[in-house]
């Protein structure tokens, strides 16, 4: 990737580079890299990866959920959650998960373009804010 976007890199040079490399892929997609490099819009060829990959799963009733838990989930723990969602979006579901402390607890579930945050740092952040309401209007 870094050779693609690389300025001093000839593109008859990238286009060898990524032949080499594609060699065992499909003619089609090979040939569609090649003419991102030759018009110089490799950058895109990420975001064509990814509305492939999401077509490609609507295609066959799947929707990728990304996990995110302020410590690792049990295997039991996942398998929990992701036959809620599956029944919530009735669909097969694709889960990927991640660590980040900072939600201090709970879970945030991304399906799509929806948001389920169920972490304490949102549910602390709400209580704060209905604090600072009631403090800021007093006796309503």
């Known amino acids: 990737r870094a050779l693609l976007g690389h300025a001093d890199v000839s593109i008859e040079n990238k286009i060898k580079a990524v032949d080499a490399v594609m060699e065992q892929i499909h003619p089609?997609?090979?040939?569609?890299?090649?003419l991102l490099v030759t018009k110089g819009l490799v950058k895109v060829a990420a975001d064509l990866k990814d509305g492939y990959l999401e077509?490609?799963?609507?295609?066959?009733?799947?929707?990728?959920?990304?996990?995110?838990?302020?410590?690792?989930?049990?295997p039991g723990e996942l398998d929990r959650i992701t036959k809620f969602v599956a029944e919530l979006v009735r669909k097969e579901v694709v889960v990927s998960t991640q660590v980040d402390e900072s939600?201090?607890?709970g879970l945030v579930i991304q399906i799509g373009d929806r948001l389920l945050d169920g972490s304490t740092r949102s549910r602390l952040n709400s209580l704060r804010n209905q604090l600072h309401t009631e403090v800021a209007v007093p006796g309503a």
């Open 28 to 34: 089609l997609v090979r040939n569609m890299v090649n």
């Open 55 to 74: 077509l490609l799963d609507e295609h066959r009733g799947r929707q990728r959920v990304e996990v995110t838990s302020a410590v690792p989930l049990e």
């Open 103 to 105: 939600i201090l607890g």
